[in-house]
């Protein structure tokens, strides 16, 4: 298996700019949690999906935040309109029920100029 | 107070020490993960256990639920050890709440 799969690796944008970041869990997975790790905050769970359902979003920021998962392979965070606090590296995990193991994905490095 | 401690925060050994990293926490939980975070950025889970003690290679975990207190010790410790090392536990809420890391630099 090709591990929890994100894209992009880096992204450089511009403030105010719509910024989606990409994820593919592990095939079989059926939980999937999306964080933000910052120098100041460390890592942070944004959200978690369980059966492509959103189970807690409370981590999420602000209304410009927001994360879909239409079917079990794919999930998305996007970011409208995107400002500089938001840069950080977003992380996607998934894993087999939401109290087992989790398989983190490499990370999107998101710059906001 | 955070609800998850760890220490030390930033560690230094010589090749071959043994490491202990602790971690307390304030909540209850289920379980307690370990997680090793690169110098590149990845994550990497270690360990999830609830009770008593898991060993994978070098990597030692243990837990006392009744003490909320866990630690990783890391035996003949080697250069490609240094990373930062993430305990993490899931209250009540399920979402996982981090601590907020121990940087281990493992010198030759």
């Known amino acids: 298996d090709a591990g929890v799969i994100q894209s992009p690796r880096h992204e450089v944008t511009e403030m105010g700019q719509e910024v989606t970041l990409r994820c593919k869990p592990i095939s079989g997975h059926n939980s999937l949690f999306w964080y933000r790790q910052t120098m100041m905050r460390g890592l942070e769970l944004l959200i978690y999906f369980n059966n492509n359902v959103p189970i807690d979003d409370s981590g999420m920021p602000e209304d410009r935040f927001s994360a879909k998962m239409p079917n079990a392979s794919f999930s998305t965070l996007k970011i409208q309109p995107s400002e500089p606090r938001d840069s950080a590296v977003y992380f996607c995990?998934?894993?087999?029920?939401?109290?087992?193991?989790?398989?983190f994905g490499p990370g999107t490095r998101l710059t906001v100029l | 107070k955070n609800e998850v401690e760890q220490s030390p925060q930033n560690l230094t050994a010589q090749e071959g020490e043994f490491i202990t990293i602790n971690c307390s926490y304030s909540v209850g939980i289920s379980a307690l993960h370990w997680l090793q975070q690169h110098p590149g950025g990845g994550i990497v889970s270690l360990f999830m256990l609830s009770s008593g003690k898991k060993k994978h290679g070098r990597l030692i975990a243990t837990i006392n639920i009744q003490e909320k207190h866990s630690s990783l010790h890391i035996t003949a410790s080697h250069p490609r050890d240094s990373a930062v090392y993430i305990c993490?536990?899931?209250?009540?809420?399920?979402?996982?709440?981090f601590g907020t890391g121990t940087r281990l630099q493992v010198f030759p």
């Open positions: 993490a536990v899931p209250p009540a809420t399920d979402k996982l709440i």
């Open positions: 995990a998934s894993s087999w029920g939401q109290y087992n193991e989790q398989f």
